[in-house]
């Protein structure tokens, strides 16, 4: 048992995160009736700023899950355990997420920002752990440069993260247009980042 | 990292495929108690028409994403981001669809309409985004038969959807038919399509 | 692209009854408040009722579905096409579900039955219809025992289901006890059937 | 048909455990609006608390189902059957956890934590079923050490589970204690038990 192969925590981790990030679609609500179409449309513009936002981070963490298990050369209970509270991390996501879409209306955008921030904070975290528990029982090569570079990339979300949610008391505004920032950051960028990171080897 | 068998990225698209697909019928609602059984499930024609549209054009989209993922050789991480954002795509479809549904309803039908095949416009964009991706990072042979006949097949779909969209403004109804028309077309056709493309190699 | 491996199609079909078979969790609802707990919880058999008969139906159909592509060695587009159609059919089970599970409450139970039993007749014959389109594209070996056996076994559901349907009419308990014991039968006795088949191999 | 690979087996029952753990976040409910955020957060606490065991004991089972498999060499119909009823609990899991969500709110605690319990208990008993379904029909070496470390395994979770739900007749909140506490050595010790199996062998 020690020694598996880790094609079915792939699959159970694939299965999770697209499930999480499909559901997000049931937050999305009918426009109010009593609103000209187009005009309650636009009136829902936090509900799908939240969605899209939600599902292009739970996409670069699936990304970002996949890069790391390409280097996992076998599985141990240490590291099921590690992803089971990294899979909690993203099955809870639609919830913060929910709240963000409400947000506006209800005005309470601060708290769910905080709460919205302080979500993807604990992600960061958990993927860390991952990570940690792949090095410490040897299930990945620490030396290799692709797995140094993640280790460099998994250290800095949590960073980013923490600079958003504490912009929340001083910006609200800000600190989302940071996490879209963010958004556009990984989508675009990883390419580069291990471009460099091959240089490397 | 720059080249990594395509297998994780088709079962994360498979899910949200087939996610999307399924989360289409909880927007069935049950028939109206004032009215009798079949009445009250005739009335509710405008859900299950979206919902059967809807299903095919998301399952009609699965068999082009697979029919193009034959020829992918390896992934990077550009291919992930382009094809992150074609899922994004697929996951909105069961709002749109909602909307349709309730659009008789509400009265608000071409609002709808124009809602739904615009959501179906940017899919077919996404998808030529897609394609571009591979053919310009040579993750797949782009004077192969199969991936030009993919490559015009592709091009096609936008037109299609462009016409429907624009049809909207003259004549609502004959939008729609055109829409269920597109669908048996793709479902029934692609048979004849991908024999000539044989043909060519 | 005639001939490609059948493992995609399985993976879709696989998410699509996994998830069917999933959802229909969401129609369990709390029991009324205004009684007490374990005499609320009783008055909903009907939802546990019509839950556990729709998992067991969806999953016994997926192990129907199994047995076919062991036998498929490989796949075409008009394969694609009328598996679509057959999983049209599955997502669409939950819904004739919450209707039965509502019926008792509302009075109709006749009409529910009579969409649930037509909804599984349609399905048994959409699962004769992908088999046809297997042996008559030359998809399986139709000489083969197990292959035949598979056809008379698809050809005895929507007989079943037709009976059932009929039923109704004359009894609807009886109707639905018969339901009851076709998922029973079908659970228990798939390896005996199995072995007959084998036996004239 | 007697004999074929259990990958299908496996994607059908991952898609299941990861879907039934996913829609776990759909009980989570806004907070009041009436009240302060956090305090309304606060508030919530028992879904917060009933998400994460349920979450919890989901993923251990799917660990428990992951291990059995890894000795299942081959499958038969009567291993599907078994399979079907034990995944037709893991889709029962989030009805009651939402029961459980409530019981604070609507005061049936007691009556919602014995549904609870009872519920795992059933499920611990199928996962019995399943052994001994493997067992029985020698689809599973019975002598491997790995496997008899298993079966002990499996032995003790429906006690653990019956020692909970007799304690809830004296003291609710220590029963859920239970709960949490066998939650965290599930998650933590399979390492340990799995070294001292591995030192038999």
Chains 1, 2, 3, 4 share one sequence.
């Not at 792939?10 to 697209?18: L, N, P, Q």
């Not at 890069?67 to 590690?82: C, I, N, P, Y």
């Not at 990945?140 to 929340?168: K, Q």
């Not at 910006?171 to 963010?182: D, I, R």
């Amino acid at each position: 048992m020690m020694s598996s192969e880790t094609g079915r925590i792939e699959a159970f981790s694939d299965g999770v995160f697209s499930i999480a990030a499909t559901l997000l679609v049931l937050e999305l609500k009918a426009p109010a009736a009593a609103l000209p179409f187009w005009q309650g449309i636009a009136a829902q513009w936090p509900s799908y700023a939240s969605f899209l936002l939600s599902f292009l981070f739970i996409g670069i963490m699936w990304m970002n899950h996949h890069r790391l298990f390409t280097h996992v050369q076998r599985s141990d209970d240490a590291l099921m355990a590690a992803n089971l509270l990294l899979l909690l991390g993203v099955v809870w996501i639609p919830y913060p997420t929910s709240l963000m879409a409400q947000a506006v209306a209800t005005g309470r955008i601060r708290e769910a920002a905080i709460l919205y921030n302080g979500s993807y904070l604990a992600l960061g975290l958990l993927f860390n752990l991952l990570l940690f528990t792949c090095m410490k029982r040897g299930l990945v090569d620490r030396e290799y440069a692709g797995v140094r570079h993640i280790a460099r990339s998994y250290a800095v979300g949590p960073l980013l993260y923490l600079v958003c949610l504490g912009t929340t008391w001083w910006s609200v505004p800000l600190s989302l247009a940071m996490n879209g920032g963010m958004a556009v950051y990984f989508l675009v960028s990883p390419e580069k980042r291990v471009k460099r990171a091959g240089a490397r080897r």
